[in-house]
């Protein structure tokens, strides 16, 4: 209040100088325009929210806001004023003190609030806590936003002991240019000069949409150089999180994997997740778990997470609660293959969307437990179809896999089976019920690379089936987007297959887990190759040789006609003899029928399962 009634007297100096036009302009009614202002601008400003902001941490949206309620004051009082001289209440004032009032205005009000930010800086850098020892000097790699967020964060907690020296970004505008006190030395191929002009002592990746070849050339030329590096995670990855240095975590190969982000419609996969009540079976598993995290983002109505483990569940359960406590969340534990249990809960909850997720996945565990691989996987996904239809839920979607294409062991058969029941359910009532089937996924539980960590651990060796043997991967938070993009693309009936990129080389892969933990390939870890095991494939393939496949309105997505016919037998009949046969526990006829009943299956070629290497 100090500063306005000062902002008019200023105005009116500044205008008339300080004289006998002053006291003849000013007196009384410049007073007039004092009490008007003190009466108004206050009133305002508390309704913009000025007095409730804490102002050590002002930036660019206070500013606006600043700028907004300043204007806003200075309408009502410059009517005001203007009226009351109209009808010759206020008889002598000069306008131009109106424009010369709202500039001081904009002045005092903003100084006075970015002053603390300055002091409340300037406070930090002079009583943060000072490490001990000499600071790291710190290279960041990308300086974007969020490189500059990191940049600001280091800077501001000294006790990260963590100094920038510079940036390195390949696009020419910024080159040369000094951001947040750091200046960009150079593009991307130009970081060994870097290491060694700069004595850098760390390396940071702060480019969430780096693709792999990206972050692999960067830990390339750490790597030869000795110097250690540190990432942020891919935008997958930080959906609905926040971008700063508690992020930054150790290079892993999902990383030197990763992909360009691809975009997502928004608008489609909102009007199909909020608001809803969504049912994830599986949620404890690597891929419910992930689905339940983006899901979340959308805003359900009630997010209901169901599983027979209790612990994964709990854990899911958790870590939901912690990133979105206001977000409405059941935790279930039961089995799908039990159809009276699964029924009371889609009574009880009444779900509107379902992610079915629950599957046995593991292949050499499933060839030495068939009649499970049976029940799971074939009797799980008609209870939940069944009971979906029972209780018109609104859109179901199945996850799959690439092993269902041409089976050559029971999972991926009992996964095709698991296919044609969702398909065949869709084209009995018509609605939205859909499968998206991707190949294997980073990182989740019983896959390639835990294996290949834990081999590496206990010193070797590594063992690799066969030196060609390709696999197509892709990280978990990055099919899960894609999911959720191709559920929402869903009318019915739809076999949807990701684009998985090209297939990599399990040799390559293993190396580059090996160079991550600081060793080399042959010299610190043995590479053993154990041989491709009979009926086993080189390679992968996401659809049978002659079917169609049809682009989608997402480039990553597409979709395959003629998912739904068996060899031998209609679908309700050959289910009930499966399910017959795993109650009887006769795992050779199950594998004999399956054969019988898929098209290219050969489940019955594969040799006893090697639980030393993994498909």
């Not at 930010?117 to 000097?137: D, H, V, W």
């Not at 006790?159 to 505008?173: C, E, K, R, S």
């Not at 698991?418 to 398909?423: D, K």
């Not at 610190?524 to 992968?540: A, H, L, M, N």
Request: with cysteine; aromatic share 6%; proline share 5%.
């Amino acid at each position: 209040m100090f500063l306005i009634v000062v902002s008019v007297v200023a105005a009116y100096a500044l205008r008339l100088e300080l004289g006998n036009a002053f006291q003849f302009y000013f007196y009384p009614y410049g007073l007039w325009m004092i009490a008007i202002c003190l009466l108004v601008k206050p009133v305002i400003y508390y309704w913009f929210g000025l007095y409730r902001r804490l102002w050590v941490y002002a930036s660019i949206q206070e500013l606006k806001l600043i700028a907004a309620a300043v204007t806003t004051a200075s309408i009502p009082v410059s009517l005001i004023i203007i009226g009351l001289s109209a009808v010759h209440i206020i008889l002598r004032f000069p306008r131009p003190v109106l424009a010369i009032d709202w500039l001081l205005s904009l002045l005092f009000v903003g100084g006075l609030r970015f002053t603390l930010r300055l002091l409340a800086e300037s406070g930090t850098n002079a009583n943060g806590l000072k490490s001990e020892g000499i600071a790291q000097r710190v290279l960041i790699v990308g300086a974007g936003d969020a490189g500059v967020l990191v940049v600001r964060e280091l800077q501001k907690n000294l006790q990260l002991n963590l100094v920038p020296v510079g940036f390195l970004d390949d696009d020419p505008g910024k080159q040369n240019h000094v951001i947040s006190g750091v200046p960009v030395v150079g593009t991307l191929t130009d970081l060994p000069k870097a290491l060694v002009r700069h004595h850098v002592d760390e390396v940071l990746i702060a480019i969430p949409s780096a693709p792999g070849r990206v972050v692999r050339l960067v830990a390339d030329f750490c790597r030869q150089k000795g110097v250690p590096f540190r990432t942020m995670p891919g935008i997958y990855e930080l959906i609905g999180g926040k971008v700063s240095v508690s992020r930054l975590r150790e290079v892993d190969i999902t990383d030197l994997l990763r992909r360009e982000p691809t975009r997502i419609d928004t608008e489609l996969v909102g009007a199909s997740l909020n608001g809803r009540v969504v049912l994830v079976t599986g949620a404890g598993g690597s891929i419910g778990r992930e689905l339940c995290r983006q899901i979340a983002r959308w805003g359900p109505a009630e997010l209901l997470l169901l599983g027979h483990g209790e612990n994964s569940i709990f854990e899911s359960w958790m870590e939901l609660k912690d990133s979105f406590p206001s977000l409405p969340l059941r935790p279930i534990i039961a089995d799908v293959r039990e159809r009276l249990r699964l029924e009371a809960i889609y009574e009880d909850f009444r779900p509107q969307v379902v992610f079915h997720a629950a599957a046995h996945k593991h292949v050499p565990l499933m060839e030495l437990n068939v009649t499970e691989a049976v029940t799971n996987n074939i009797l799980g996904t008609r209870n939940v179809v069944e009971l979906a239809l029972n209780h018109d839920i609104e859109r179901l979607v199945m996850i799959s896999s690439d092993k269902a294409i041409r089976p050559r062991n029971v999972m991926g058969a009992t996964k095709r089976m698991a296919e044609m029941i969702v398909l065949d359910g869709a084209m009995r009532s018509g609605r939205a019920f859909s499968v998206v089937r991707f190949g294997n996924v980073l990182g989740s539980r019983g896959s390639v690379v835990p294996l290949f960590k834990r081999q590496i651990a206990r010193g070797g060796p590594v063992t690799v089936t066969h030196p060609d043997m390709k696999r197509y991967f892709m990280t978990i938070p990055e099919a899960v987007h894609l999911v959720l993009q191709a559920s929402a693309m869903g009318n019915g009936g739809e076999m949807f297959v990701l684009n998985m990129g090209q297939q990599v080389r399990i040799l390559d892969l293993a190396e580059d887990l090996i160079r991550l933990s600081g060793l080399e390939p042959g010299k610190d870890i043995e590479i053993v190759f154990t041989g491709i095991r009979q009926g086993e494939k080189i390679s992968e393939d996401l659809w049978d040789e002659g079917e169609v496949f049809h682009p989608t309105s997402h480039p990553d997505i597409f979709r395959l006609d003629g998912q739904d016919e068996l060899k031998n037998g209609p679908l309700e009949k050959s289910v009930n003899e499966l399910v017959h046969l795993a109650e009887e526990s006769d795992p050779h006829t199950i594998v004999t029928l399956l054969d019988e009943l898929i098209p290219g299956s050969a489940v019955r070629s594969t040799p006893p399962a090697e639980m030393t290497s993994i498909d």
